[in-house]
């Protein structure tokens, strides 16, 4: 099963078109290491990044992205036939994001920002001043997100950077709808109070 996941792989047309059909979720369930890796490779990239915003550094971020997976992989026979794969999937990351926060609290240990391995907008075209203002912008943006709770940045994280719906999100959270929306409008407020002042008046997250 090792060799089915690996954060190195590339997404496949032949994999988009199969993870339509419920067949390859049943395929996985029965062992089959090459169905499962069609299913990472389908969500590791969202995965990666939900967790990247949660816990503030790329390195851990595929450290826990792998373990999600690997928890997948031992409990899929106990994924619900009417369950929502992509929610199941995201309610372990939520879980493993949340035990390596818990943790490193537990140690003292301040999650800081990795400043080479941020994720940054790419574009070619961009000038090098432009390069740097983005730079600094992905930084400014994950402080601030580090700077929220729990809650309200995994709320935050779901809904603005993973475009997921309310009801998927009390799904993955186990929290109602109105305290996300409660959560999300204070996490909006607070975002913007913290990059306003990099941004100038009138910027909206």
């Known amino acids: 099963m090792a060799e089915a996941i690996s954060l190195r792989s590339q997404s496949s047309g032949r994999a988009e078109a199969l993870m339509n059909n419920s067949r390859i979720i049943e395929r996985a369930r029965g062992g089959d290491d090459e169905a499962f890796r069609m299913i990472f490779d389908r969500y590791s990239r969202p995965i990666i990044s939900f967790i990247y915003d949660m816990v503030g550094q790329r ?69 090098p001043d432009d390069r740097l203002l983005n730079k600094e912008l992905s930084l400014v943006i994950q402080a601030a997100l580090s700077a929220l709770d729990e809650d309200k940045r995994m709320v935050f994280t779901l809904k603005i950077f993973q475009q997921r719906s309310y009801e998927e999100i009390a799904d993955i959270t186990g929290f109602s709808v109105p305290k996300l929306k409660t959560d999300l409008h204070r996490a909006r407020a607070e975002m913007r109070r913290r990059i306003e002042p990099y941004l100038g008046v009138g910027y909206e997250v």
Not at 70 to 88: E, F, G, I, N, P
Not at 97 to 126: G, Q
């Open 59 to 127: 390195e851990l971020a595929e450290e826990l992205t792998q373990e999600t997976f690997v928890r997948a992989y031992r409990s899929l026979k106990l994924l619900r036939d009417d369950a929502k794969l992509s929610t199941w999937l995201f309610g372990i990351a939520k879980n493993v994001a949340r035990e390596s926060l818990r943790s490193r609290m537990r140690e003292n240990h301040r999650v800081e920002i990795d400043d080479d391995r941020v994720a940054m907008i790419a574009d070619n075209e961009l000038t």
